[in-house]
């Protein structure tokens, strides 16, 4: 007598206010995660371990790279979190930030002050007690100098904002070399140097694209008050800056062939794009143009950094 198999289909009903408190829950979470603004932790983070590398001459423990990239992602997300409560005045303004989770509503002001304190805290305890003191206080010293130096003094009143302001953004290299070294050497210094002077040209690039959002809230960044060929010029000159102290960590941190060809080759894409942006007149092209330069110098230091750690994982001299 031949089986019969009967499938039994069953029905699980799920309260739908369950179903929307998830969602909620959830774009709750992501509008938090996005005070952090991940995009620009993640680039900060690019030089973090190669400089680590450097500083071990080798790979460092697993674990201390591990510590090292979690306090100043907290670190980082506190941060921008603060600049995004002090700036949500002018966020509501600009085309590019009104999607921002303050001026939405889906985060009050209250809730991002809290959320910045806390995990600027939590980083401060967690590479104290995980990796060593000194990066804690340089990682909490970058938030205070970008927070109150940059975003309640500088960006509103100088032109020469993202250029001082830089010095927050290059401080991770600080940090990666001092959880090795426990100090920070001759080398660190140059790549703060390298990231330090790359931020304005990586910037003002971004800033000629939207020249009107920042006059539109009297924001004196570079192309607002000085132009777009005065902000070219600007940009070639850094990026010259930026190639010569690139080329610089090669005696002062004993760089082998791979790091040599690439600062080289680099370099000179770097500086060609803003030839380029020199040499355009029309405003249209010029904005295409610099948002190109904005994207590839995120590939230049990208592929910088990772040039340093392959150089010193592979061990061949010049």
């Known amino acids: 007598m031949p089986l019969i198999a009967f499938e039994e289909t069953v029905e699980v009903w799920v309260p739908s206010a369950l ?52 306090g100043g992602t907290l670190s980082a997300g506190g941060a921008n979190a603060f600049n995004m409560y002090v700036d949500r005045d002018i966020d509501a303004i600009m085309e590019r930030t009104k ?10 002001p209250t809730e991002a002050l809290v959320f910045a304190t806390a995990i600027e805290t939590v980083s401060f305890i967690w590479l104290w ?31 020469q904002n993202i250029v001082i302001g830089g010095a927050a953004g290059a401080a991770p290299v600080l940090i990666g070399w001092s959880a090795v070294t426990n100090e ?36 004196p960044m570079m192309p607002v008050v000085a132009g777009h060929q005065s902000t070219a010029r600007q940009i070639f000159v850094y990026s010259v800056v930026v190639w010569g102290v690139t080329l ?38 010029l904005e295409k143009k610099a948002i190109r330069y904005f994207a590839f ?15 010193q994982l592979v061990g061949w001299g010049v």
């Not at 999607?99 to 009050?108: D, M, Q, Y």
């Open 129 to 159: 007690q995980f990796v060593n003191l000194l990066s804690a206080v340089l990682a909490v010293a970058a938030c205070l100098f970008y927070v109150f130096i940059y975003t309640l003094w500088l960006k509103r009143t100088s032109t």
């Open 184 to 219: 920070v050497g001759w080398a660190a210094i140059v790549l703060f140097g390298v990231v330090f002077f790359w931020t304005p040209p990586h910037f003002w690039a971004l800033a000629i694209r939207y020249e009107e959002d920042y006059a539109s809230v009297d924001v």
């Open 19 to 70: 179903v929307l408190t998830t969602i909620e829950t959830r774009s709750r979470a992501m509008a938090f995660v996005a005070l952090t603004k991940p995009r620009i932790i993640e680039l900060l983070l690019v030089s973090t371990v190669p400089t680590m590398v450097l500083a071990q001459r080798g790979l460092p423990s697993v674990w201390l790279m591990i510590a090292t990239v979690i």
């Open 297 to 311: 110098s995120i590939t230049h230091l990208t592929l910088l950094f990772a040039a340093i750690a392959v150089d």
């Open 248 to 285: 610089a960590l090669i005696p002062v941190a004993g760089m082998g062939w791979i790091y040599t060809v690439a600062a080289m080759v680099l370099g000179i894409f770097f500086t060609g794009g803003a030839v380029q942006l020199l040499r355009e007149r029309e405003p249209k092209a």
């Open 99 to 108: 999607s921002r989770p303050l001026v939405t509503g889906e985060v009050t």
